[in-house]
């Protein structure tokens, strides 16, 4: 396909979006014609007007009365029919505005967690705002624009032609003239508005990144470093838009000396043209008034195509994301009971071209039981879990995970989801109440179930202590609360899904040995016959599951009960060996602080 069908092929795309404005859109190009209409009627007027003075017809101030009145009536009429267009206008471009980003916004949603992972979270709020925002300018205002400067442009010279057919060929020789010069403009600047919508994009990513991570800047001392950084965008950015400036400076200043040139053309040759007695005065006059009032039009022409430059650049970047493949669930994938035995046979992974993160890993979870995975980071034991609950899915040929013997690639992500709950290694809570967070996963709770969930995480006491209970706003990313809080409201909102299979990433790793205690003893009063994944890096944590799972470098080390892997004096044993005796050393040099 080539690049300019492939282009007309976006357009067609983004333009669906306009569904349900077009009626608007239609009404406010039919009162801006009715508008251009009104304003014709005006340098008619003044012609009528400047002959009859300058005749020997003349008969006194009855007819500028009238005159008066008639150009009075045409710009009023003009008016209320360019407030009618606006508002027409406004209402059919924000409306395609929100069905657009009500539609990337869903579309977002559903796309894949690996093409999250492969995009920057700040240049997809780019593509989503600014470059909707210059689609809607083009699509709503600048492309009407253009039929009304097409309607524009056909009715003034038809009534110039009316008036003078050579003066008006000397107008029209200028035409072709400053909209060829403008498509040569448009070929030439495409590329450098590419470049500055990326390096916006990239500003913005980075801006993002730094408000995020504001707290681990300042924790470090990074102010300078980030601000360098920030710098060194903010320049590049700077300097492709100062460029895109200077082509565009280059651009209206040869067009405004096209534009004296050819009214000084005409000014010469309609005084020619009156002095021979082929033009009348106020013929001249209203020449010369519709030539101006076509100048701006035509070489706003020039604009549009540069925006149309810029907007093509825009739906290529909005378009990536709609042409983004939906994660969806296939007609053949089915629900079937999670309370079953989960088995991992043979897996294979590695995430794009890089090295395996698992290798040959294979192992069963009897239902009901408490599985837990044990490993150093990069081990390999988030993807365990990620895989299992298909925010990656295996390739084929890289082994199997089966709950009750069914495929997990046959079964609907949404059920999977559903029902695995997982808390997250970074527990992420939403900027609203700590209530609306822990049942998030609920439509309709009630509260007797939001304080029994929270009382399983044991963090419904800090909460009864904030001055709104359960109405306290976390704030943006859980600001409110601390570290181990934050873990424990996610494993409540994790407990009000209910769900028969439960995962825990390194969920209690920022809360005290003592709360780990008591949380562990909780849940496990709590989960009933649900199954348990726990994966931790401390040993404490895991020592009463009913089968520890050793990972080393994607490769299974060893696995058994916390007695048979202590008995086996292996991996986990010196795990346990060094947790301990670093605790202790802890205790050791806290009692001799405390003496």
Request: proline residues 2%.
């Amino acid at each position: 396909m080539s690049g300019l069908k492939r282009r007309m092929k976006k357009f067609r795309d983004i333009a669906r979006f306009l569904k349900g404005s077009t009626h608007f859109l239609l009404l406010a190009l039919a009162a801006g014609m009715l508008t251009t209409m009104f304003n014709a009627l005006t340098p008619q007027i003044i012609r009528y007007t400047v002959d009859r003075l300058t005749s020997e017809a003349w008969q006194g101030g009855n007819y500028l009365l009238l005159a008066a009145a008639a150009v009075v009536f045409s710009a009023s009429c003009a008016g209320i029919f360019t407030y009618f267009s606006s508002v027409c206008m406004a209402k059919g471009s924000e409306g395609f505005l929100k069905t657009m980003r009500d539609q990337l916004y869903r579309h977002i949603q559903k796309l894949p967690y690996t093409w999250h992972g492969q995009n920057k979270t700040g240049d997809i709020i780019q593509r989503c705002t600014n470059d909707v925002e210059i689609i809607r300018a083009f699509l709503c205002n600048q492309l009407m624009e253009v039929i009304r400067i097409v309607f524009l442009v056909v009715l003034y010279m038809g009534i110039m032609f009316s008036m003078n057919v050579r003066l008006s060929v000397i107008a029209v020789v200028f035409i072709p003239v400053v909209i060829g010069y403008s498509m040569f403009f448009y070929s030439r600047i495409s590329s450098r508005f590419l470049q500055a919508d990326e390096a916006e994009g990239e500003l913005t990513a980075k801006v993002q990144e730094n408000l995020t991570g504001v707290r681990v800047v300042r924790a470090f001392g990074r102010e300078i470093y980030e601000i360098e950084r920030f710098d060194q965008k903010n320049n590049r950015f700077a300097d492709l838009w100062i460029k895109v400036g200077k082509l565009m400076s280059v651009y209206w200043g040869a067009g405004d000396f096209l534009t004296g040139i050819q009214a000084m053309t005409i000014l010469i040759a309609g005084t020619v043209f009156t002095v021979h007695g082929e033009i009348t005065l106020g013929e001249l006059m209203a020449f010369v008034s519709y030539n101006a009032s076509l100048a701006w039009p035509i070489r706003s022409l020039g604009r549009v195509l540069s925006n149309m430059s810029k907007a093509g650049v825009s739906i290529d970047r909005v378009t990536y994301i709609l042409d983004a493949e939906e994660e969806k669930d296939e007609p053949w994938e089915k629900e079937v009971p999670m309370d079953r035995e989960i088995r991992f046979d043979h897996v294979h992974f590695a995430y794009g071209q890089d090295l395996p993160v698992l290798d040959d890993v294979s192992f069963s979870i009897s239902a009901g039981s408490t599985f837990a995975i044990l490993g150093s980071t990069g081990s390999g034991k988030s993807t365990l879990v990620h895989l299992l609950d298909r925010l990656y899915d295996l390739p084929e040929r890289c082994g199997s995970i089966t709950i009750g013997g069914v495929d997990i690639r046959n079964i609907r992500r949404s059920w999977l989801r559903k029902n695995i709950g997982m808390v997250l290694q970074e527990p992420f809570l939403f900027s609203r109440t700590v209530g609306e967070n822990i049942s998030i996963s609920r439509e309709h709770p009630e509260w007797e179930e939001i304080r029994e969930a929270a009382g399983i995480a044991c963090v419904d006491d800090a909460i009864e202590q904030f001055a709104d209970g359960y109405e306290t706003m976390v704030g943006e990313r859980g600001v409110t609360l601390s570290g181990g809080q934050k873990q424990r409201v996610a494993i409540a909102r994790m407990l009000m899904q209910k769900a028969p299979v439960m995962v825990f990433d390194d969920s209690l790793s920022a809360v005290d040995a003592e709360t780990d205690v008591k949380i562990r003893a909780a849940l496990k009063e709590s989960m009933g016959k649900s199954t348990v994944i726990l994966i931790s890096h401390r040993v404490t944590t895991l020592m009463q599951a009913d089968c520890i799972m050793v990972l080393d470098k994607g490769r299974i080390a060893e696995m058994g009960t916390h007695e048979e892997l202590m008995a086996r004096h292996g991996v986990y044993r010196k795990i346990y060996d060094i947790q301990m005796n670093l605790d202790e050393e802890t205790l050791k040099r806290g009692g001799a602080v405390c003496e």
